[in-house]
C-alpha cells in the first residue's frame, strides 16, 4: 500500500462554496447536450422518459468538469470538448443504473432507484440505452479531431470503458464470494479500475487529446495524479456512506454494510478484529442483503468505531490528496495558469472536504 508521507487540508466553507459554483457552471454547458441526446422518437413512457428523469437527478458532474478544464487549460476549445465531457457524464450515469441493480442499492440522488421506480428489466434498458447514446456523444468529439486525434481519443475512452467493468467485476466478486481476505492493496487495484480511470485519469487524458489532437507527447503524466485523486475521492464516498447525512449525501447512509462492500474501512476493522468479531464479521457478509437484520449493520457500525477504522480512512485519503496536489505542476507542465488549471487544482482538496 503506498502511504504518501504529505497531508492535506480541506477547504474553508466559503472555498468550498465558490467550487460548487464553478461545477454549476460546468455542468451547466453539459446539460444541453445530455438533453439532446434523446431522439424524438417512442417509447416515451419505457425508455426515453426513463433517462430524461434520470438525469434530471443532476449529480456534481466532476468528470466533465474536470475534462473541460483540462482541454482548456492546454488551449483546447470548449466547442470541441464539450460533446466528449457530455459522454463522460452519460456514461457515469449509465453506470450508476447498473450499479443500483448490482448492488441491490435503494436510493440515488435522494429518490429511489431507477431499477425500484420502474423494474429491473426497464432499468437495465435504459442503462444500455445511456451507454450507448455516450459513445455517440464521443464521437461528436472525434469527428472534429482528424484521424489521428480521432483514434487516440477513441482508444482513451476504450480502455475507460473496458478498466471500469473490470473493476466492478472484482468488487461484485468479492461480494458473491464472500472474499474476506481483500487486503488494502487488494483494494487500491479495485479503485484504479473502477474508479480512478473513468473518473480521474481518463477525463484529464481526453481533455489533453482534445487540447492538442495531433501532439503526440505521452499521456501517462496524467495518471499518477489521477491515480491518487481517485483513491482519495473513493475512500473519502466510502466515509459518507457510513458517516454523511441522508439529505446531502443522497444515498442509503450505511448502504455498504448492508451490500457488503469491501471498503478500506472494512479491511480495516479485519485486520484489527479478534477472532470472535472476525467470525461474526464473516457469518454476516455472508448473508445476503435481504436476510441481514438492522442490529446486525448496528454492530458492524459499533466495531468499525472501536478500532477507529473511520479516522483511519480519513487520515489516507488526506495522505492520497496531497500526493495527487504533489503530481498536478507534473501533470499540468505546459497548461495555461488561470481560471481552468484553477479549478483542477481546487478539486484536489475538494474532493476530501466535500460533504456530499
Not at 475512452?157 to 481476505?181: K, P, T, Y
Request: proline share 4%.
Amino acid at each position: 500500500m503506498i502511504h504518501p508521507d504529505r497531508t492535506g487540508s480541506a477547504p474553508s466553507p466559503a472555498a468550498h462554496a465558490d467550487f460548487e459554483a464553478r461545477l454549476g457552471e460546468f455542468r451547466g454547458l453539459v446539460a444541453p447536450l445530455l438533453r439532446g441526446t434523446d431522439p424524438d422518437r417512442q417509447p416515451r413512457r419505457y425508455l426515453y422518459d426513463l433517462v430524461d428523469d434520470h438525469l434530471a437527478r443532476a449529480g456534481k458532474g466532476l468528470r466533465p468538469a474536470l475534462c473541460i478544464a483540462t482541454c482548456r487549460a492546454f488551449g483546447g476549445s470548449t466547442e470541441t470538448v464539450l460533446p466528449v465531457a457530455a459522454a463522460l457524464e452519460m456514461l457515469h450515469n449509465a453506470f450508476l443504473v447498473h450499479d443500483d441493480i448490482e448492488d441491490g442499492s435503494e436510493f440515488r440522488r435522494n429518490r429511489p432507484a431507477m431499477y425500484l421506480e420502474q423494474g429491473i428489466p426497464l432499468a437495465i434498458n435504459a442503462g444500455d440505452a445511456m451507454q450507448a447514446s455516450s459513445i455517440r456523444l464521443a464521437r461528436q468529439s472525434a469527428e472534429r479531431l482528424g484521424p489521428a486525434g480521432s483514434r487516440r481519443m477513441l482508444d482513451e475512452f476504450d480502455h475507460l470503458l473496458m478498466e471500469s467493468l473490470e473493476g466492478q467485476a472484482l468488487e461484485i466478486g468479492w461480494v458473491r464470494d464472500n472474499n474476506c481476505q481483500v487486503d488494502a492493496d487488494d483494494y487500491l487495484r479495485m479503485t484504479l479500475k473502477k474508479t480512478c480511470w473513468y473518473s480521474f485519469i481518463h477525463p484529464c487524458r481526453i481533455g489533453a487529446v482534445v487540447s492538442r489532437p495531433d501532439d503526440r507527447a505521452s499521456l501517462e503524466r496524467f495518471d499518477r495524479f489521477g491515480y491518487f485523486l481517485g483513491l482519495a475521492f473513493q475512500i473519502q464516498d466510502d466515509i459518507l456512506n457510513l458517516a454523511g447525512e441522508t439529505r446531502t449525501y443522497g444515498k442509503e447512509i450505511g448502504g455498504d454494510l448492508w451490500e457488503g462492500k469491501r471498503t478500506l474501512i472494512l479491511i480495516d476493522v479485519f485486520s484489527k478484529a479478534d477472532r470472535f468479531e472476525s467470525e461474526r464479521l464473516r457469518a454476516i457478509l455472508a448473508k445476503p442483503r435481504a436476510a441481514r437484520v438492522t442490529r446486525e449493520i448496528e454492530w458492524m457500525s459499533a466495531t468499525i468505531r472501536k478500532y477507529g477504522s473511520l479516522d483511519h480512512a480519513r487520515r489516507v485519503a488526506q495522505q492520497f490528496a496531497a500526493a495527487a496536489a504533489g503530481e498536478l505542476e507534473a501533470a499540468y507542465a505546459g497548461a495555461r495558469d488561470g481560471h481552468d488549471k484553477d479549478f483542477v487544482r481546487d478539486l484536489v482538496r475538494y474532493v476530501v472536504g466535500r460533504r456530499v
